[in-house]
């Protein structure tokens, strides 16, 4: 597809255990960005990759979130010990370059910590 | 203090109807982009219009266009001849060159409704 895909579309876990999830941006989109979205909420900025590198990972929460983009397509965001706090949906956005200013997101990915 | 308001939690508007969703913004970096997003029922969020902060004319996409109001700091999204498949949540949201920072930063959202 030409779009941004995230997988998995629902996660459940419970409490205390490690998750993965997925991002493919769309094709030669150099800049990704990670958000999570609460429900009734706006989405909230975690972090924003230019190429393979995180340029800016000031919203992550704490060190039990981290992402990594190891060939500059797609990524990966981890949550080591989820929380029923953690629970949300978890979007992903990429952009051409990291001038461009339109970011395009996916699906997203539900998160459930039980 | 919010960067990104949106005032109206809900609107009901007859289908046909052209319908304001109202969006104010703090900023004090003189060059920022202003973005409006759907997200249906479905959950993904889809761009529908953007505005720099040095662009002269109002953006306009379509049926969407936006009232760029600089010095009141406003970006309402105007929606014409509104649709059935109008309804969802609206997101209005800034992003700022300040310091190359290239997040988006949302407001609260506003669901549409179009009545039939």
């Known amino acids: 597809g030409a779009g941004v895909s995230q997988t998995p579309s629902n996660k459940v876990t419970e409490k205390g255990k490690y998750v993965e999830l997925r991002c493919d941006p769309i094709?030669?989109?150099?800049?990704l960005y990670w958000y999570r979205q609460s429900l009734g909420q706006g989405p909230e900025f975690l972090i924003y990759f230019q190429g393979t590198g995180a340029a800016d990972d000031s919203g992550l929460p704490n060190d039990r979130f981290f992402a990594v983009r190891p060939e500059g397509s797609v990524s990966t965001l981890k949550i080591q010990r989820t929380e029923r706090g953690d629970s949300a949906v978890y979007l992903c956005?990429?952009?051409?370059?990291?001038?461009?200013?339109?970011?395009?997101f996916g699906p997203g990915t539900r998160l459930t910590v039980l | 203090a919010q960067k990104i308001t949106q005032t109206q939690p809900g609107m009901f508007v007859q289908e046909k109807e052209a319908v304001t969703l109202d969006c104010t913004y703090d900023?004090?970096?003189?060059?920022?982009?202003l973005f409006w997003y759907k997200q249906p029922s479905s959950g993904e969020m889809i761009f529908l219009i953007y505005?720099?902060?040095?662009?002269?004319q109002n953006a306009t996409e379509g049926r969407y266009s936006l009232n760029f109001q600089k010095a009141r700091k406003s970006a309402n999204l105007v929606i014409s001849a509104s649709q059935l498949g109008d309804s969802a949540m609206y997101f209005c949201a800034m992003r700022e060159a300040y310091q190359g920072a290239q997040k988006l930063v949302f407001g609260q959202g506003t669901r549409l409704t179009i009545n039939p």
């Open positions: 900023t004090s970096d003189p060059s920022y982009g």
């Open positions: 505005q720099g902060s040095y662009d002269q």
């Open positions: 956005a990429s952009s051409a370059t990291d001038r461009a200013d339109t970011q395009y």
């Open positions: 094709s030669g989109h150099t800049a």
